[in-house]
């Protein structure tokens, strides 16, 4: 585990944690072994070391759960975003992905690991879920941001094509919050913590997702807009509010500050009827962030301060 990120992550981590991501990103490797051309070698030790400092009192079965799913929605963003390599248009991936999500392993084409795994992801999640509901807004908010993600790859292209305008910066992040898939991740995440809100809290807990997977976006788009540039994918650095004004590096952080104490506010009701699921939320979002000041999940950037100048 040898990546700025993981000893960003792990250094000063209890070398119980350590072992942990060691063995989650062994069983990971392991899992996507099938599809491993498709994903960066350091990517399992980065995904380990950010669940297990997350949420460390989970065990090893549980990390691996949540790294596997993260390493399924790269999956399904290399689907979304290079098409034209997968051979298979957006809107028929979402239409796939939907399709699984309703039918399940029966519904999963056995040769598609993309598939079958999904199947297999959501099958696992239910079985740490029990009745409590988390496993359906789970459901609910990937299907949201799967035809997000679809929605937001056509617009790319026609945008890249000179089909489309630029949106602003509100019609752009509307769109990219749930296509971040922030939400299906922070609700997997609660699902293994395992403290089975009540319909009351879950509802708080959802709400305050908006404002985090919000955080998320920007932060991820400050940090990747050399490589969004270069590609042609669309970024909020390069747009403008609503009212005009740019969205420059400082204005962006701005937001994301915001959007973190919307967070927080959320769920400050929540911390003597749901006191581990909140804190697990605040870590994951804590956590999230500070990552994207180091580094990408995937690619060694310039930092984004000089990129910007």
Known sequence: ??????????????????????????????????????????????????????????????????????????????????????????????????????????????????????????????????????????????????????????????IAEGAEPLPTMEDFLELAYRHVNYRSVALALLITVGERPDSAAQERLDAALVPASRAVRLANDLRTWAKDAEEGTLNVVQLVAGDGTPMTPHAVRDRIQAYRDEQAHLLDELHRSAPASAAALENNLRVAIDLYTVDDLQFDLPDAEQAVG
């Open 1 to 158: 585990m040898n990546n700025k990120l993981v000893s960003h992550l792990l250094d000063s981590a209890d070398p119980a944690v350590r072992a942990k991501a060691i063995e989650a990103a062994a069983l990971a490797r392991q899992w996507a072994r099938p599809v491993q051309q498709e994903l960066s070698d350091k990517v399992y030790d980065t995904l380990a070391a950010t669940v297990c400092v997350i949420a460390p009192e989970l065990d090893v079965a549980d990390h691996a759960l949540l790294v596997e799913y993260s390493l399924w929605l790269y999956l399904l963003d290399g689907r979304l975003d290079d098409f034209e390599h997968y051979g298979t248009r957006p809107e028929d991936v979402g239409r796939r992905v939907i399709a699984v999500l309703r039918g399940g392993r029966a519904e999963a084409r056995a040769d598609d690991f993309f598939e079958t795994s999904l199947a297999a992801l959501v099958e696992e999640l239910r079985t740490r879920d029990g009745c409590c509901g988390l496993l359906e807004r789970f459901v609910l908010r990937l299907v949201d941001g799967v035809r997000a993600g679809v929605r937001q790859a056509v617009l790319s292209r026609r």
